[in-house]
């Protein structure tokens, strides 16, 4: 049985006793379904093998390349890789964050209403009756699951080939103080929640842009579009009054706990300026998906 039959007949048990399914079971309900929607696309699947390919491929090159490393073009951090295979996870995920994570999640996030109406079940969805709003929340929801997934197969990829490729041990960390390895492993873990949660604007952005046409296509072009213009915008200094407010620009700001003690400021700022483009963008997106026609 398909998602939009189960929730059709969901909704017609609801209008057959006069009421509707209670708010959390229906929004239990679609989240699963959007889930199980999001995570059994071909696309998703292959989405998640290319970023956890990316860390196995940065090893290796560093790993060949050990006896003439680079400077510069990157992290500090990345240069210690060859000393400790831990290192790998947040040069991993400062070479996929820029790029490759937000590509993924703007696909994710560009597809998850204007594939509905493309495929023509949104107007069933809608019928169940699943809430405009709830199917909203449910689908913005299940984006940052999968930011989550996102990051994780990075960050675990990462870890597995930075053992096999380099030593494991105490960490360096960027300030020149010494912490044990469990310790190095909850940073890491830390490190990997913070960049997840950096993907929550550019999520809102994408259900927003999502809800302006009915092309799931065109959505996923156009919030994919959206990161790289903004990326390169990010990259002129000339645009200093108007970076700070750019989703992209505190992102690797991540490498900030990665010294001892941890520096908040920017995290909190990335993290701050993160809610700030839900809020906005979220709205936006309620107001037009709940005064939109749904005709197909």
């Not at 956890?52 to 500090?76: F, R």
């Not at 495929?119 to 969805?125: D, E, I, K, V």
């Not at 929640?193 to 999502?210: C, E, P, R, T, W």
Request: glycine share 10%; proline share 4%.
């Amino acid at each position: 049985m398909s998602r939009a039959e189960a929730l059709s007949r969901t909704g017609a048990r609801a209008v057959g006793t006069g009421r509707r399914p209670r708010t959390a079971a229906g929004f239990l309900a679609l989240f699963r379904s959007e889930l199980h929607l999001t995570f059994r696309r071909t696309r998703t699947k292959v989405l998640l093998a290319i970023l956890a390919v990316l860390p196995v491929l940065i090893g290796v090159v560093v790993k060949l390349n050990t006896d003439s490393p680079h400077e510069g073009g990157g992290p500090s951090f990345i240069a210690q890789t060859t000393q400790n295979g831990l290192f790998l996870v947040f040069t991993a995920l400062a070479v996929a964050l820029p790029v490759f994570l937000p590509m993924t999640v703007g696909v994710v996030a560009g597809d998850a209403v204007a594939g509905e109406a493309a495929a023509g079940t949104l107007r069933y969805l809608l019928v169940a009756p699943a809430g405009r709003t709830r199917l909203l929340a449910a689908k913005f929801t299940a984006g940052l699951v999968f930011c989550l997934a996102a990051t994780a197969a990075v960050a675990v990829t990462a870890l597995a080939a930075g053992a096999v490729l380099f030593p494991l041990g105490e960490v360096t960390l960027l300030s020149g103080d010494t912490i044990g390895l469990g310790d190095a492993l909850l940073r890491a873990l830390l490190v990997a929640l913070v960049v997840a949660a950096s993907l929550a604007g550019l999520v809102a952005i994408g259900l927003f842009v999502s809800t302006l046409t009915g092309s799931g296509i065109a959505a996923m072009a156009a919030t994919v579009g959206l990161v790289v213009t903004v990326q390169i915008l990010d990259a002129f200094p000339q645009l200093d009054a108007i970076r700070p407010f750019l989703f992209s620009h505190y992102w690797l700001n991540f490498a900030d706990l990665l010294r001892a003690p941890m520096y908040w400021d920017g995290v909190l700022k990335d993290l701050g300026l993160q809610a700030a483009y839900v809020a906005v963008f979220g709205s936006a997106a309620w107001s037009r998906f709940t005064s939109r026609d749904i005709s197909a």
